[in-house]
């Protein structure tokens, strides 16, 4: 068993064929190149923790494979899964027939389990969830700590977003203005004097095609024929 606070270092590849079994809270540190195997999985029943760490590659391996009605890294049969944090590192869990690979085992609740980093290919065995509960269990609580980029990421859109919608408002109200100034469209009916004006101005014009017309027909005319 291992837990009762203590840190566990793995700083070379370590297989364990037997289930290893946490107690209390069990903090495992998986140095860059290292592995760690777990051929029967890891239990981690209900009001019990296991933090697992990486270094600074995230290269380290844990590896965990269930027994069949276990999970690959949680509890057993009917009993529900401890807290699982996952902080660096890759952690590969499988979970045997009716187990998860992290979480619950057959019948078992899922538990807490948190990632907060590195990665997690957790896969269950038949009816069993990859992250959750076992066969007929609750699925517990999943959460994804990446959740931070989020409000890194909403807190750049506030601050990029408020001026940029600024500029686009008053670009708008400014074009608004400009048009409204350099266009006007009436839509009152035209009086009959103004028809009338209008229709001596055609004429006026008509007449000066006509000049037009009679000078180029004259072109080439001698003049006392003209």
Known sequence: MIGNGNWYVVNANVTNPNRIRVGGTANIILCDGAKLEAKAGISVSDGNTLNIYGQS????????????????????????AGTVNIYGGTVTATGA??????????????????VYGGTVNATGGRL??????????????????GGVFVVIYL???IIMGI????????VGRAGKGRWNQGVHISMEEPSLEKLRENQGGLSRV?????????R???RGVPEGNR
């Open 155 to 157: 807190l750049f859109l």
């Open 206 to 214: 008509q007449e000066a095609w006509n000049q037009e017309d009679g």
């Open 97 to 114: 027939q009716y187990g998860t690979g992290i979480g619950g085992g057959y019948m078992g609740d899922g538990g807490d389990v948190t």
């Open 128 to 145: 069993g969830a990859g992250i959750g509960g076992g066969e007929n269990g609750s699925a517990g609580t999943q959460e994804n700590g």
């Open 216 to 218: 180029q027909d004259r």
């Open 57 to 80: 590659a995230d290269s380290g391996e844990l590896i965990a494979n269930g027994l069949v009605g276990f999970a690959g890294i949680g509890s057993g049969k009917s009993v529900k």
């Open 163 to 170: 001026p940029v919608l600024t500029m686009e408002l008053a």
